[in-house]
């Protein structure tokens, strides 16, 4: 499938059967979050595999796992950060972000849904794994095969806004607001 029909055929996946992923195919998508680009080619990406019955009752304990056999701690390093100096923004978010995509993105192409959550407590997860301060639990990438399929590629049709309110040439308009 081409990257758009990709694009447009990844969703969100709350509600996962009980079916364990193959370890080629969590390989895989670990492969393709593993080449994903980073700020400064920092790689501060540290992702915790979780798939044992006991380490998915502790995920359970800062957030809900939708009865998937597989999530990933998605931490991010904070020892050798990409700073912007001039307002002191810190690239690790970004690049968890990219790599978190790239691996729906992979999971999808393999049938694997996916829900990418960063709603979850941090505490917990820190204090259940033994995570040192110095790295973040940023996301929770929770994998498995859809309960209920995946939603329809042309969602977005009706699911998004148009274009033209979300993409401007050359200054910022404000759609709401057009005199601005």
Do not use: W
């Not at 700020?39 to 798939?51: E, G, H, M, S």
């Not at 950060?81 to 810190?90: A, T, V």
């Not at 690790?92 to 960063?118: Q, T």
Request: glycine share 6%; hydrophobic share 35%.
């Amino acid at each position: 499938m081409d990257f758009l029909e990709l694009a447009k055929a990844r969703c969100t996946t709350r509600g996962f059967t009980d079916q364990g992923i193959l370890k080629n195919d969590l390989e895989r998508i670990l492969s393709v979050g593993h080449v994903a680009p980073t700020a400064c080619n920092q790689q501060p990406q540290r992702i915790i595999v979780v798939q044992t019955p006991d380490h998915l009752c502790k995920v359970q304990k800062a957030y809900k796992t939708f009865g998937s056999r597989c999530v990933l701690i998605v931490c991010r390093d904070t020892r050798n950060e990409l700073i912007r100096p001039f307002d002191q923004k810190c690239s690790g978010d970004l690049d968890i972000g990219i790599i978190c995509d790239h691996m729906m993105l992979a999971a999808r192409e393999l049938n694997i849904g996916s829900v990418m959550v960063g709603l979850f407590d941090p505490n917990i997860i820190r204090k259940e794994f033994n995570i040192p301060e110095y790295i973040v639990p940023t996301a929770l990438l929770i994998l498995g095969y859809p309960e209920k399929g995946f939603l329809s590629p042309e969602r977005h049709t009706a699911d998004r806004k148009p274009l033209s309110d979300t993409i401007m040439y050359e200054k910022y308009v404000d759609c709401t607001n057009p005199q601005m």
